[in-house]
């Protein structure tokens, strides 16, 4: 397993914190456009994903793996379609342990 | 003309200060002061009113501006302060002003501002004279205990720790705890030789608990002192790791006291009482605690409740009340609870009486029985409380009025002894992981138990039996007939062709530890993912690939929600656990992992 440029779990909410930093979170497509789509994170927040080759077709869930560019944005590297039957509140929890009193766990 | 100072209020201001407002209707001294620096701020003027020692601001009202121009109130003159009211200065909290209403002029104009010797202070507030005499902590508390009992006086100087900061290493400590339970005096006889010990369980007042043992001397020194219900001041006392196998409180230590421990009554003073800490289990879960040492607390809605009922103890053959209580909550399960005891003769009426309202009871520490699948019992320690006030009762109370009343529910002991158990309904109840399982090795020795599991098929060891010849028509094992075919003894006939059925052994796996389950036919070809007929056939088949031991292969490391019971078989004259699987789910990853957040959050609020 490759560990060297791990990427930090992030809701909307905890994006801000790792501005510059690599990310990995997944939103609720709202739309897409040449170029970014923009989602809604797994806590109601507005993010908007750049980058040069989201999948085609989108299904309703994706998960994106960049380097966090502002507190609503993200530049991605890494796009994978994750379905369209997610829970996302789970993965909202799961970035709230992630961050809080785990954070050891993680990176 | 000469000054006279004493027509200036001596500390005049200070008594302003500290008199705060006053207005011509209060009794209070009238204070004369010398105007000094007056100046217009618009159609008022300001100035500051100064006693010879100190200076204030202050404001005259512009009903007053005749009188200064008039020259009635004069610059360095004195005036009588009769109505005003003492504010701060907005900005500078630190400093006060004088918003005067009403004064009269009492000199004109001096020829200085009157000076005292003292080097005087001008805008800078000065606290005002403290009326008593401060005294010294010792005096008070002489004053006021001195002839308290010692232990209200070793209250005002010791210091009490709370039962959470104990650890082994500190040796000097207080404690200040209710005794919650005491124990009896029990006599022991072991290689040491003879002795007796008891133990009480204490309580401070943040609700930590601790075990305090006691032995021989020690114990028969404080057995009389400890009282059920009464406060002590405890030191001197040590502590160690709790042991597990005999924990009853929530506590990593117990502590046990010897003869040079202290222990004094706190008579006469008041200890708040915690809240009863609780920690409910829902009704669906209580499977995995029957049987178990643990005590267990619930919340519910009370259903039903039943007439005082005598019942005769076995021990003594002495006839003692019992009342059962049927509570139901969320989980849309029931449980009856056995009120033992005062609890079924006081309590149990109370609740008898307000059985229509159909109250939320909540009760700690009890015993979890098996009677018709699951029994909650009230044990001595038991402690009921009727409409508590938390969030649980109130969501509890709206759920029940709402929807809760017109649901029928099941009791959830009917789970646990029907052996046509469906598979996916009870994927959810009863969650245990596998070292559960290994942990109790006399699980299920009068009756069966029941659980739900999620886990990993670990091995299938290909050369043991897997199936049985079956008969087609009843599944019972058929033999083999003399000339050809299969004889059912079942059904009193033969057939020429069988089917095979699955009775196989499979290991399993989790985060927790490994066990073996056996697993009939159905179950076991969910796991397997054929027949036994068509395992059969790859079985005999030759050639480069052995697909039997391939779709073994990739039935291991699968991973499965299991049904599962457990108890007790007669093996060679000996009792051996056994774990059948009764069914076989797929995993839903996303109810699974609510489960495992629930058990976070359970795990950090327990600690």
């Known amino acids: 397993m490759d560990t060297s440029s791990p990427s930090a779990f992030v809701n909307g909410a905890l994006l801000r914190r790792y501005i510059g930093q690599k990310v990995r979170t997944v939103i609720q497509v709202i739309g897409s456009d040449t170029g970014s789509v923009v989602g809604k994170s797994t806590d109601d927040l507005q993010i908007v994903v750049r980058g040069s080759s989201p999948p085609n077709p989108l299904t309703t869930y994706l998960e994106v793996i960049g380097i966090a560019e502002s507190d609503n944005s993200i530049r991605a590297e890494t796009w994978t379609n994750f379905g369209n039957s997610f829970d996302p509140q789970n993965f909202n929890e799961l970035c709230k342990l992630a961050n809080g009193e785990f954070k050891h766990m993680f990176i | ?607």
Request: proline fraction near 3%; include cysteine.
């Open chain 2, 1 to 607: 003309m000469e000054m006279e100072n004493s027509a200036v209020t001596q500390d005049g201001i200070a008594t302003v200060l500290s008199n705060g407002s006053v207005d011509s209707s209060s009794v209070r001294p009238q204070i004369v002061v010398q105007v000094v620096d007056l100046k217009a701020v618009g159609n008022r003027y300001t100035f500051s009113a100064n006693d010879g020692k100190t200076k204030i601001k202050a404001m005259l009202p512009a009903s007053l501006t005749s009188d200064i121009i008039s020259g009635k109130i004069q610059s360095l003159g004195l005036i009588r302060l009769l109505d005003y009211t003492v504010n701060d200065i907005p900005g500078k909290s630190e400093e006060k002003y004088m918003l005067i209403t009403k004064c009269e002029a009492v000199a004109s104009a001096l020829d200085s501002e009157i000076k005292s010797d003292f080097k005087a202070s001008t805008g800078i507030v000065l606290k005002p004279k403290q009326e008593f005499l401060a005294k010294s902590a010792s005096q008070i508390i002489n004053e006021q205990r001195g002839n308290a009992a010692p232990a209200a006086r070793m209250a005002m100087t010791r210091r009490v720790h709370p039962l959470v900061s104990l650890n082994p290493y500190q040796g000097s400590w207080t404690i200040k705890v209710r005794v919650t339970n005491k124990g009896v005096m029990r006599t022991y006889n072991n290689a040491r030789g003879e002795g007796c010990v008891f133990n009480v369980e204490l309580t401070d007042e943040e609700g930590t608990q601790i075990q305090a043992t006691m032995f021989n001397a020690a114990a028969k020194k404080f057995y009389d002192r400890f009282e059920q219900g009464k406060v002590y001041y405890i030191s001197r006392g040590s502590l160690k790791l709790a042991n597990k196998q005999f924990k009853t409180v929530q506590n990593d230590y117990e502590m046990t006291l010897n003869e040079n421990s202290e222990v004094e009554e706190a008579s006469n003073e008041e200890m708040f009482t915690p809240e009863i800490k609780f920690n409910f289990v829902p009704i669906d879960e209580l499977g995995t605690y029957v049987n178990q040492k643990d005590l267990i607390d619930v919340i519910g809605v009370v259903q039903s409740v039943s007439p005082t009922m005598s019942i005769r103890r076995k021990n003594d053959n002495e006839m003692i009340p019992k009342r059962d209580i049927t509570l139901a909550d969320e989980t849309k399960k029931t449980v009856v609870v056995s009120l033992w005891n005062d609890l079924a003769t006081g309590i149990g009426q109370e609740l008898l009486d307000m059985a229509d309202n159909h109250p939320v009871i909540a009760i700690k520490s009890l015993k979890v029985g098996d009677f018709q699948g699951v029994s909650l019992s009230t044990i001595s320690r038991s402690s009921v409380v009727i409409n508590p006030d938390s969030p649980e009762a109130t969501k509890l109370k709206s759920w029940y009025d709402s929807e809760g009343k017109e649901t029928s529910m099941s009791t959830i002991g009917s789970g646990m002894s029907s052996s046509a158990n469906n598979g996916s309904r009870s994927m959810y109840s009863d969650r245990v992981s596998l070292s559960h399982i290994n942990s109790n090795p006399s699980l299920g020795e009068e009756k069966p138990v029941f659980f739900s599991t999620r886990a990993y098929i670990s091995f299938i060891k290909p050369d043991q039996t897997m199936w049985y010849r079956a008969c087609k028509t009843c599944n019972k094992k058929v033999t083999e007939a003399m000339d050809s075919g299969y004889w059912c003894e079942g059904c009193q006939k033969k057939d020429q062709e069988c089917s095979l059925r699955y009775i196989m052994a499979v290991k399993v796996s989790d985060s927790m530890g490994e066990t073996w389950f056996s697993a009939f036919n159905d179950e076991a070809e969910k796991i397997i993912g054929c027949t036994a007929d068509e395992l059969n056939i790859l079985k005999s088949e030759e050639g480069e690939v052995n697909e039997f031991q391939t779709k073994l292969k990739e039935a291991t490391w699968s991973s499965h929600l299991f049904r599962i019971s457990v108890s007790q078989q007669e093996y060679n004259g000996e009792k051996r656990q056994r774990t059948t699987v009764r069914g076989v789910s797929p995993i839903d990853f996303a109810a699974e992992t609510r489960l495992l957040l629930q058990d976070i959050s359970k795990n950090k609020t327990s600690q």
